[in-house]
């Protein structure tokens, strides 16, 4: 098989994985085309440099032969395959949301009745032995000015 066969398997076992399979439907939709580009961008950048330099070499009867940035287009092909493939599952494995009862940060202390609500958490590193830090005290108000300032909306 030539790389350029497995390269066209690979795209098109990746669509239908996205749209069919997972039904994930990522290459429908603006996000996925919106982002693609940047890692388009770096693939042409480590394909151009590793093929560029003759790091990595093909034999020209495996590959149709035209090259973006010394790439072949078949890297490029395979490439998009492994991120289609990578985000759709990824996409479709993660989870909806965090349990209820779950911590909104891993090892985060819970809350406590000395704090005001919506107030941050007193800063701590359990595996020092360090005391928690409290956030610091609001400054006074400018000399002149009977209140804070208001915050910005």
């Not at 005001?116 to 000399?143: C, I, M, N, R």
Request: contains cysteine.
């Amino acid at each position: 098989m030539t790389y350029t066969a497995a390269a066209a398997i690979g795209v098109a076992s990746a669509v239908v994985l996205d749209v069919l399979l997972l039904r994930t439907r990522l290459i429908l939709g603006r996000v996925f085309w919106c982002a693609y580009p940047i890692v388009f961008v770096f693939q042409l950048l480590s394909n151009g440099i590793l093929t560029g330099r003759g790091v990595v070499l093909y034999r020209p009867s495996a590959i149709i032969g035209v090259r973006l940035v010394h790439a072949p287009v078949e890297d490029l092909a395979f490439g998009f395959a492994l991120v289609l493939a990578t985000l759709s599952l990824w996409t479709r494995l993660k989870p909806l949301a965090p349990p209820a009862s779950a911590d909104p940060l891993p090892g985060a202390p819970p809350a406590s009745a000395d704090r005001a609500p919506g107030a941050p958490p007193a800063l701590a590193d359990p595996a020092l032995g360090s005391p928690p830090v409290k956030p610091p005290a609001a400054s006074p108000p400018a000399p002149g000015r009977s209140e804070p300032p208001a915050p910005l909306a």
